[in-house]
């Protein structure tokens, strides 16, 4: 093989390489950008970052407590979030404190304040672990102080 064509060879490697690794970047900027806008209109009070979900998604709550468990499609886990928002008299407000993403996976790190019903706060930090396939949030492993959610629930009759 010349010289010159082993050039050739050696350089469409590198452009198939950088190419691929172009791409993951492309997906992983566009999934955070995705997710970034999202938490941005649910402290505006223009949705929530649930608008992202795939209807299947798979939603995981860590803890052990009344919602904890896992929930296989956006409905399902609308039924679950339901008894928490029945509680509040806010909206819960997110605050985000760190964004990292890799690939197709996104990593939130955020502050959500509320006031409950019966006008005392509700402050909760969670960490989601989001998957993302086309621009959609298939899969999610949420983490958060279970503690203080069970004592929202216990404390706090919910409006009928």
């Known amino acids: 093989m010349s010289l010159a064509w082993q050039a050739r060879v050696l350089a469409l490697s590198f452009l198939f390489s950088a190419g691929s690794s172009w791409a993951s970047e492309s997906v992983q900027d566009t999934n955070t950008d995705l997710v970034r806008q999202a938490f941005a209109n649910w402290q505006q009070g223009k949705g929530t970052v649930f608008d992202l979900l795939a209807p299947d998604a798979k939603w995981t709550v860590a803890g052990t407590s009344p919602v904890s468990g896992v929930y296989t499609s956006k409905a399902e886990l609308a039924r679950a979030v339901r008894p928490i928002t029945a509680r509040l008299a806010t909206p819960i407000v997110p605050t985000v ?34 998957t993302l396939k086309d621009g959609q949030i ?14 929202l629930m216990r404390r706090v009759t919910p409006a009928q």
């Open 138 to 151: 298939i899969q999610v492993t949420a983490l958060l102080d279970t503690y203080v959610l069970d004592e």
């Open 97 to 130: 404190q760190s964004i990292i993403a890799e690939n197709d996976v996104v990593v939130v790190l955020w502050r959500g304040t509320a006031t409950a019903l019966d006008h005392k706060p509700y402050n909760n930090t969670y960490m989601w672990h989001m």
